[in-house]
């Protein structure tokens, strides 16, 4: 049997669609259908059913891919292996967020440096990330959305709290009043957020007043390292991680401006393409993760 004719099959059965397989091999999509119907005539049973959105396989379909993905998985291991013989590193390709990937993974990955490990990190929000792993651009993803389908596999890494925070000039001013008047009378100070659509803001409010916020942004910056700054500095109130702002809560640089029984939370999940854990670079970078995280 054709290993070509196995390799597309297996990247359509994972991607669950001819076109996003395509894409994903460099084919164009009539090549990817020839090539399944070339499979599907060698072994007379059709393995896919199509579908108005991809496709769905069939029990035979899910057999052949159970049986024949390890394998191609490992062709694929010895083949880059190859790559890094003279060297003797494997590189692993991170993205995520900037600032959880900055503060948080990276220096939880810097002790497998030491084990023969290269880092290659970028920045990108969750559907970047998902599309650039797909694509094969990166090893391991972080993001705070669950794929889709069976081409990427998901675990959960963490939990982020959020809280609301303004520089004590804004707390003093408020005063008791913000905890009568909550959300109406918050949204009387200026907002520093990462995005024109106040992401983090919104999400605060609906999870602690249930309502959406009806103040704009006064300081737009797509960084919440900036962010925090910017309020430190007075610019007016933000929803920030507590990892990212825990030293300036500490330190008095902020303030918490409520303390809601059931803080708002946000997931972040670890994202490879279904089967690389089977490489031991990207398991191992995976393992380290979800060992560090046990303390975040």
């Not at 894409?23 to 108005?52: D, N």
């Not at 899910?62 to 790559?83: F, N, S, T, Y």
């Not at 994202?271 to 560090?292: N, Y």
Request: hydrophobic share 45%.
């Amino acid at each position: 049997m054709d290993l070509a004719l196995l390799r597309t099959f297996v990247t359509v059965h994972r991607a669950g669609s001819f076109t996003r397989a395509a894409a994903l091999l460099g084919l164009s999509q009539p090549a990817v259908t020839g090539q399944i119907r070339t499979l599907e005539r060698q072994l007379g049973k059709p393995l896919f059913l199509r579908q108005a959105r991809g496709v769905t396989p069939t029990t035979i379909g899910d057999e052949l891919a159970h049986r024949a993905a390890p394998h191609l998985d490992a062709l694929v291991e010895i083949a880059e292996a190859g790559l890094d013989e003279e060297s003797g590193v494997r590189t692993l390709h991170l993205v995520g967020p900037p600032e959880f990937t900055s503060i948080r993974a990276l220096p939880a990955l810097t002790p497998l440096i030491a084990q023969g490990l290269a880092l290659r990190a970028s920045f990108g929000n969750a559907e970047g990330a998902m599309d650039g792993l797909a694509a094969g651009h990166h090893d391991l993803a972080i993001t705070t959305a669950r794929p889709r389908g069976k081409l990427l596999t998901s675990t959960p890494l963490c939990d982020e709290e959020h809280v609301l925070v303004a520089s004590p000039r804004w707390a003093a001013r408020l005063g008791p009043d913000v905890l009568r008047g909550g959300h109406v009378v918050l949204e009387q100070l200026p907002v520093v957020e990462v995005h024109e659509s106040l992401p983090l803001v919104s999400r605060y409010w609906s999870a602690v007043f249930e309502s959406r916020p009806a103040a704009a942004g006064t300081v737009i910056v797509p960084d919440l390292r900036a962010v925090l700054e910017t309020a430190v500095s007075g610019a007016g109130l933000a929803v920030l991680p507590r990892y990212l702002c825990e030293d300036a809560l500490k330190s008095g640089r902020v303030v918490a401006l409520l303390d809601p029984p059931v803080p708002p939370l946000r997931t972040y999940f670890l994202v490879v393409r279904t089967g690389t854990l089977a490489l031991p670079h990207i398991a191992r970078a995976h393992e380290w993760l979800m060992r560090a995280a046990h303390e975040w």
